[in-house]
């Protein structure tokens, strides 16, 4: 699972990580109401989206056409 967009960079991933797990985090509130909800798991992955996603952009990829050099 990525990072959420605009979370500020790998040391701002490690932060949100934090807080978001720790209820006692001096930004857990300001985090968790930024993010909508508590449920962030990084270890989580819907496999099915997963799948969904690549499958449309190796569509995307193939439909383009190859220029010659």
């Given amino acids: 699972r990525c990072p959420p967009e605009d979370v ?3 040391w701002g991933y490690e932060e949100f990580r934090e807080a978001i797990a720790d209820v006692n985090h001096e930004r857990h509130q300001e ?3 930024w ?3 508590s449920d962030y798991d990084p270890s989580q992955v819907d496999s099915r989206n997963l799948g ?6 190796a569509a995307k990829w193939k439909r383009r056409s190859r220029k010659k050099t």
């Fill in 31 to 33: 985090l968790l109401e």
């Fill in 8 to 10: 500020g960079g790998p």
């Fill in 35 to 37: 993010w909508g909800s």
């Fill in 52 to 57: 969904k996603n690549v499958e449309a952009l």
